[in-house]
Every structure is written in C-alpha cells, then in structure tokens.
C-alpha cells in the first residue's frame, strides 16, 4: 500500500487524478470526476471536511449530504418491494400489479398479478400480450427496482451502499444519478439479448455500471485499489456465469459495459455538463433501440 507524499506514515488507496501522486484523507479534495492533491485542488484543505467525506464514502456516516442518491436509490428500491407486499404480492415480490407491469418481458402474458414470458410463435386468443415487444420500453427500467425477494433485495442493497457510496462521492450526486439509471437501462438491453424468453429483475444491472465505472477510474489512476476493483469484477462474472440458469448473464453484462463506458464519456466530458448529459442520453437511447431491435422478432 502507498503512502500519502505529504504523510509518509499514512498508507492509503488514493490518488490525485491530476498528478497521479498518492494522498490521504487529510489531503484530498473531491473534484468533479476524481480527486485533487492539494497543490492542485485549488482549495483550502480543512481537515473536518475531507475527514467527514471519506467517512461517507466508508461508513455512511453524513450520508444525506454526500450519499444522497444512493441513500434515495435504495429507499426507493425497498420501498418498492413493501408497497409489492402491501399490494397482495407474495414474499418473493410477484402476484401483484407493479411486478406485473414493471418486470422486464420481452414478449409476455398477464394473468393472475403475473406476467409469463411465452415463445414468439406462440397465440393466445382473447390474451394481452405485454412486453418491450409490444410498446412497453418502460420495463428496461423499472425492472431495475423490482426483486425476487429479501434475499435478492438485500444482497443489491449491501452492494449498491458501499460501490454507489464510493462513486457518487467521487463523481458527485447528478453524474451518479445519471450513471446509475442509463447503467439500468444498459443492463435492461443486454437482458433482452441474453434471455429473450426469461422474466427479468433485478438493480444487479445497474450495480455492475457502477462496478464498470469504478474500474475506469481505477486505470485512470484516480483511485487506487490495487486492483481490487478489476478483480471483484472477475469474482462476480464468474459467478454471473456458473449461476447462469438463476442470474442475468446478459443484465450484468450490459451494465457493466454501459457503466464502463459512460464513465469513458463523463471523463472526456468533465468540463461540459451538457455534453456529459447529452453523452449519457446517447448510450440510454442505444440501449433501448438495441432492445427493440431484438424484439422486434417477437412481437
């Protein structure tokens, strides 16, 4: 572990992204995209503020302040699972409206407070059928805040709060926002190229966005881990792929490199918030056309 330049007794896994010298939690001072050493922060170091931020990032503590939209983005997620269970469904999230109408299917019926994925070929006279081949693009998204379950939500949630803690301290509220969505969407379309014929849930998409994201910074230098982000990314595609038939191959796929490169973008982009905007859009957009033109065998 490196030592900070200006604190040789200090280890620490952080960097200046402009000078690529390691700095403690003493010195640092959080930018735009990254974080600044004090010869090129440009701002007075007060050692409560960047105390308390790095306390964020690792504890939560001071969380509505600097881990705002994680915080919001996991209420939001749980409260959608309780307002499931108050609406009949059962324990595992589904038998009810707002996973009927919300999970990802690409080509589906409604029945019961359920939705099924059924084969393209297939007709049902007098049946519904729903799904992103049928107009509902908006499943590329609210799947991202459905689950299968406590165990299911918990497991998303715990990652969300310490990679979501970390990024949005790093990138700030809005590009995280931004990020975490476009991410969802990402791993939405990459669940309708995998698994066509499956019902998909899950914010695990939108997580490996931000697992994606964090790696870039990695190997910018603007963070350093070691490698530990490259390698939790390796642990987790290994396990994506030998649970194959009970996880989003393509889900974590695609938002893993819909992170990726919205991070790419947001890098080039830091000097421009309409082009970092217009960037993010971009990569939504591409990942919902990607998902129609896959479905459009199925409708």
């Not at 908006?138 to 990024?167: K, V």
């Not at 982000?229 to 490199?257: D, E, Q, R, Y």
Request: proline share 4%; hydrophobic share 50%.
């Amino acid at each position: 572990m490196p030592t900070c330049y200006r604190h040789p007794d200090r280890p620490t896994g952080l960097s200046c992204s402009e000078c690529g010298r390691p700095i403690c939690t003493d010195c640092m001072t959080p930018a735009p995209v990254g974080l600044r050493c004090p010869e090129h922060s440009g701002q007075p170091q007060g050692i409560q503020r960047v105390t308390a931020g790095a306390g964020r990032a690792v504890t939560g503590v001071g969380s509505r302040r600097m881990n705002l939209v994680t915080s919001l983005l996991i209420a939001i997620n749980v409260g959608v699972y309780v307002f499931e269970l108050l609406a009949g469904g059962t324990v595992q999230g589904v038998g009810n409206w707002l996973f009927a109408h919300g999970a990802l299917v690409v080509n589906g019926v409604y029945q019961a407070g359920n939705v099924y994925a059924v084969p393209a070929h297939l007709t049902a006279p007098g049946v519904t059928l729903v799904g992103v081949a049928h107009g509902e693009w908006w499943r590329l998204i609210t799947s991202a805040f459905l689950h299968y379950g406590p165990f299911h939500l918990a497991i998303n949630m715990y990652s969300l709060f310490f990679a979501g803690s970390l990024l949005e301290q790093l990138i700030g509220r809005w590009r995280f926002a931004l990020l975490y969505l476009a991410s969802g969407v990402a791993g939405g379309a990459g669940a309708v190229l995998w698994s066509p014929n499956a019902v998909t849930v899950g914010a695990s998409g939108a997580i490996f966005g931000i697992l994606g994201a964090l790696f870039v910074l990695e190997r910018r230098g603007n963070i350093a881990t070691g490698g530990q982000i490259a390698g939790l990314i390796v642990i987790n595609l290994i396990f994506t792929f030998a649970l194959a038939s009970h996880i989003s191959v393509g889900g974590h796929v695609g938002g893993l490199i819909g992170g990726v490169i919205l991070m790419v973008l947001m890098v080039q982009f830091r000097r421009s918030v309409a082009l970092a905007v217009a960037g993010t859009v971009a990569v939504a957009v591409a990942a919902v056309a990607i998902a129609y033109a896959k479905a459009r065998g199925y409708s």
